[in-house]
């Protein structure tokens, strides 16, 4: 059988997501209740441990510490910061952007979008002053 060539780049994401599990697991404790999820027990300063959960996937995780912090160890490190700035309500660490917004559900809600055509196109003078287009002037030099 021919030997499997593999990408220089290579990344096994799976095993990369289970050191994240195993190294969370030695700062505090931590598993994988689910696919997708990393029940975390958080230490808090004088009053024990609280239970959030990571919703995030082996493949966001690659994505998380090759891409926006370029190394596992910044990542994580990034990770427990999350999961310490925490507020009390905020039970989920949910992947969005390269990283973990803190949430009170295991989805973050959609982003609220300015209905299409609500907006209107402005121009600069030169004095830095915005304008509308139709406010100018007719016959005027819009330069």
Excluded: N
Excluded at 114 to 139: F, L, M, N, Q
């Amino acid at each position: 059988m021919a030997a499997r060539i593999r990408h220089p780049c290579h990344v096994d994401t799976a095993k990369y997501y289970e050191r994240l599990v195993r190294d969370l697991d030695g700062w505090t404790s931590a598993s994988q209740p689910a696919p997708g999820r990393i029940r975390v027990s958080v230490p808090q300063a004088g009053r024990g441990h609280r239970t959030v959960v990571i919703v995030m996937t082996p493949a966001e995780w690659e994505d998380m510490f090759t891409v926006a912090y370029g190394s596992f160890d910044s990542a994580l490190d990034r990770v427990k910061q999350t999961l310490l700035a925490l507020k009390p309500h905020e039970r989920f660490a949910v992947y969005a952007d390269y990283g973990l917004e803190p949430s009170t559900a295991a989805t973050l809600p959609e982003p609220v979008l300015p209905e299409p055509g609500s907006g209107e196109w402005v121009v600069h003078d030169r004095h830095g002053v915005a304008r509308r287009i139709g406010d100018w002037p007719e016959g005027s030099s819009r330069h």
